[in-house]
């Protein structure tokens, strides 16, 4: 996986080690897609004191298999309340597509990754996208963490 795409997401790199990349199947759809990202479906829970994250990224399958690198950045939401991005960045440029590789990628969020005035339960939303290497085509989903 390169991290040499043109503009990289803003945040603190995840560790490598700690990201699970699994791919998982395709998909295919009757027409080529726009060159936008699918938005990536994700599920976010409290367990052990840490948010569990899975994400699941749709990719063009063309591409063949892909590495991930996660970025993480502390932010206040519309609301002023306390959440989470993540950049789950993958290299590749815009392609126009019509058959995708779907890739779970897990990873969590422990208290040493948040500011000293938080804790992991302040945290009821998180937001993940999608970036290619143009980040003006990618897309993002909140998410609510569960309690």
């Known amino acids: 996986m390169s991290t040499n795409s043109s503009v990289l997401p803003i945040g603190s790199v995840i560790p490598s ?3 699970i990349l699994t791919p998982i199947g ?17 599920d976010a829970l409290i367990s052990g004191g840490t948010i569990q994250i899975c994400v699941v990224a749709f990719i063009d399958s063309t591409l063949g298999n892909v590495n991930f690198t996660i970025f993480q950045n502390n932010s206040i939401d519309n609301e002023g309340k306390p959440t989470v991005q993540f950049y789950a960045q993958y290299g590749a440029g815009q392609t126009q597509a019509q ?35 143009d980040p003006i085509a990618s897309r993002g989903t909140i998410t609510n963490v569960q309690h």
Do not use: G, M
């Not at 395709?26 to 994700?42: C, E, Q, S």
């Not at 779907?102 to 937001?127: G, H, K, R």
């Open 99 to 133: 058959k995708f590789t779907a890739y779970q990628v897990t990873f969590s969020l422990n208290q040493s990754l948040l500011p000293n005035n938080l804790s992991i339960t302040d945290i009821n939303t998180i937001q993940v996208f999608l970036w290619d290497s």
């Open 26 to 42: 395709n998909i295919t759809f009757t027409f080529p897609r726009p060159f936008t990202p699918l938005p990536p479906l994700v």
């Open 17 to 19: 080690n700690s990201i």
